[in-house]
């Protein structure tokens, strides 16, 4: 983060420290010579006051009197001489060096001479302070000079380079500790702001994945302190916008699906109304135009009126599979219609249904044959499931061409578990391909790719549909597929007896199915199948 407030409370502090240290700096700089100056001329008042009331007329002071002046004279390094009018020494401090030279430099006060590098600080009738540049000795000093009340002449010094090298090694001094304080207290900002700064750090990550609808982000760092009520209350927060938004979105998605299903319901609605009225536009015009003919007496010889007759309960019969079929189809859509689930031998329907269609596959001069288990038990409706395998076989039987050779292949599918085995059942035809524009389309009602010639065997594009509804019902997969020499629909359906199997897959031997069976018979069951039409010419 580029300002964090770790980085900033770290700057923060240590400008404060450095501007603290700086002033501190600039302060002795400038003021504490000043200061010191102020302190010792104290001094000097002070020593003046102890001379001037205790000395005596002889010049002398008591024991206790010349002991506090002394004390004072360790204590700031002063040194101090009283003389008499001739300026002979009456008394002065222990181990005082320059007694000669603070003589002469008093006489020469007195005398109004060597007055050259002098300073004055402070000046009364009895005393003077001054700033002196001691040459002989090459030192600076703070002076103190004048009379006392007695009528002694006095001198008093204190040397002040002492005092300048004091404050500039106190600078020195303080400059070290305010770059080792800065550095300190950058490093210990640093390290105590992460206490703060963490938790933070962690709010600000949860309230991004909050924005981002993560609501498992959770605070976990604790305490109770603000921030970690402030967390707590981000916990709880994150747990009541999820319930809101788990609330929100189960509504929408309700919202939606009865949109969808309202618009789907408006889509099939008109679908069927225009679908219904192209079907029925045809065989309703034959009807009507047979029927004028017959009360027209067009033909008056028993054949004609005979075959008019026959026409029109075609046309009709065909009107009322359609009917029923829609009726079917409509059960199937809305869910009408119940799902019985049971277990039944999937192979025997198969082989029923093939000796059924036959008769009329040999009037197709086409063969027939079942390659799969004798025995296959499988999960489903077995009506709806008879009514699959109806439509597959007979839109085989109404397409197939070339070759003229129809299989219906069933195999057991592995899965990861024994009860995840599928029973995979194939019709495959001979004949032409599917065209790959209307792959996608041959599973919707009405939906023709060639009606002329599903005109001809009396398809009505309802049988696919149907097929579609009873798989999605049974939730269970189904498809179609263009092979090399013709097309296979296939549809699976969930293993009944997998656990009685071994794990590979076995196959029974080819089995052709031929018995004779009425060919009226065989045309009357083909009559209530769907085509699912979608053959080219």
Avoid at 172 to 196: D, N, P, Q, S
Avoid at 247 to 255: G, K, P
Avoid at 256 to 266: G, L, T
């Amino acid at each position: 983060m580029k300002h964090s407030l770790r980085k900033q409370l770290t700057v923060i502090f240590g400008v404060l420290m450095a501007a603290m240290f700086l002033a501190n700096y600039l302060v002795n700089s400038f003021f504490l010579e000043s200061f010191y100056y102020t302190k010792k001329q104290e001094v000097l008042v002070e020593a003046y006051r102890i001379l001037n009331e205790n000395i005596d007329s002889m010049g002398n002071l008591d024991e206790e009197q010349l002991g506090t002046l002394d004390e004072i004279c360790n204590e700031n390094g002063l040194s101090y001489l009283v003389t008499d009018m001739s300026y002979n020494e009456v008394l002065g401090s222990k181990s005082n060096f320059y007694a000669s030279i603070m003589k002469g430099r008093l006489n020469g006060y007195g005398i109004g001479v060597d007055n050259d590098n002098v300073k004055v600080l402070d000046s009364n009738d009895s005393y003077t302070i001054q700033v002196k540049y001691d040459s002989e000795i090459g030192l600076n000093y703070l002076e103190m000079w004048g009379v006392l009340d007695e009528g002694f002449y006095f001198i008093m010094r204190i040397n002040i380079e002492g005092i300048r090298d004091s404050v500039r090694i106190s600078n020195e001094f303080i400059k070290y500790i305010c770059i080792i304080g800065v550095i300190l207290t950058a490093i210990l900002v640093w390290f105590v702001t992460k206490r703060v700064t963490q938790p933070l750090n962690e709010l600000t990550e949860l309230s991004k994945r909050m924005a981002d609808l993560d609501f498992n982000a959770k605070y976990t760092s604790g305490g109770t302190d603000e921030i970690g009520q402030l967390g707590q209350y981000f916990n709880e927060m994150s747990q009541k916008l999820e319930q809101a938004y788990a609330q929100l979105m189960t509504a929408n998605n309700e919202l939606q699906r009865d949109i969808a299903k309202k618009e789907k319901i408006d889509d099939m609605r008109k679908d069927f109304l225009s679908n219904v009225s192209h079907e029925l536009k045809t065989p309703i015009a034959l009807i009507q135009g047979y029927a004028e003919g017959l009360q027209e007496c067009i033909n008056d010889d028993p054949e004609s009126r005979e075959f008019y007759c026959d026409v029109i309960m075609d046309e009709a019969s065909k009107m009322n599979t359609l009917v029923q079929k829609l009726l079917t189809l409509n059960q199937l859509e809305f869910g009408n219609d119940e799902v019985v689930m049971e277990r039944f031998d999937l192979a025997l329907l198969i082989r029923n249904k093939m000796q059924a269609v036959s008769i009329l596959a040999q009037q197709k001069n086409a063969e027939i044959t079942y390659q799969g288990d004798e025995s296959i038990f499988a999960w489903g409706d077995e009506f709806k499931v008879e009514e699959v395998v109806n439509n597959y076989v007979s839109n085989a039987l109404n397409h197939v061409s070339g070759a003229g050779r129809i299989e219906v292949v069933t195999e057991i599918r592995k899965g990861e578990r024994l009860e995840d085995q599928k029973v995979h059942v194939t019709v495959f035809n001979t004949g032409e391909p599917i065209p790959e524009e209307d792959i996608g389309q041959i599973w919707d009602k009405f939906y023709k790719v060639d009606k002329a010639r599903t005109r001809e065997y009396g398809g009505s594009g309802v049988g696919l549909s149907i097929v579609k509804a009873i798989m999605e019902s049974f939730h269970q997969a189904y498809g179609v597929e263009n092979r090399e020499d013709g097309v296979a629909f296939w549809f699976e359906l969930q293993c009944a007896d997998a656990l009685h199997r071994s794990e590979e897959v076995r196959r029974g031997s080819e089995n052709i199915v031929k018995q004779d069976v009425p060919a009226s018979a065989a045309i009357e069951d083909d009559s209530d199948v769907c085509d699912g039409e979608w053959r080219p010419q």
